[in-house]
C-alpha cells in the first residue's frame, strides 16, 4: 500500500487547512485511516482516525476544531482543520491500518504562524 498526501503549508492563526491522503495498492476492504502529527524529538501522535465503517476517533486538542472524513470508493481520507494556533505546527503523517499491512505516508508540514 502506498499513501500519497497533500495539503499541508503555512496559515495565520484561526485559520484552515484541509489535508487530504490517497492510498493505493491491495486496500483491505476493513481499513482504519488516519492522521498523526510528530515534533522534533518527540513520539508520533494520533490526531484523527477514521474506519472504513465510519467510526472516528479524535485526540483531545482535535476535538470541535477538526473534522476526519472519508471516501472509500477513493480510499482516501481528508483532515479538515479549523481554528488553528501555533500550537498546531508540526508534521502531520496520514497512516493507514490495513490487514495486512501499516503504512505511513510522507510527512506533511503543517505551520500556523502569523
Known amino acids: 500500500v502506498q499513501l500519497q498526501a497533500s495539503g499541508g503549508g503555512l496559515v495565520q492563526p484561526g485559520g484552515s487547512l484541509r489535508l487530504s491522503c490517497a492510498a493505493s495498492?491491495?486496500?483491505?476492504?476493513?481499513?482504519?485511516m488516519g492522521w498523526y502529527r510528530q515534533a522534533p524529538g518527540k513520539q508520533r501522535e494520533l490526531v484523527a482516525s477514521?474506519?472504513?465503517?465510519?467510526?472516528?476517533n479524535y485526540a483531545d486538542s482535535a476535538e470541535g476544531r477538526f473534522t476526519i472524513s472519508r471516501d472509500n470508493a477513493k480510499n482516501a481520507v481528508f483532515l479538515q482543520m479549523n481554528s488553528l494556533t501555533p500550537e498546531d505546527t508540526d508534521v502531520y503523517f496520514c497512516?493507514?491500518?490495513?490487514?495486512?499491512?501499516?503504512?505511513w505516508g510522507r510527512g506533511t508540514q503543517v505551520t500556523v504562524s502569523s
Open positions: 477514521i474506519s472504513t465503517g465510519g467510526t472516528t
Open positions: 495498492g491491495t486496500i483491505a476492504s476493513i481499513n482504519v
Open positions: 497512516k493507514y491500518s490495513g490487514y495486512p499491512y501499516t503504512t
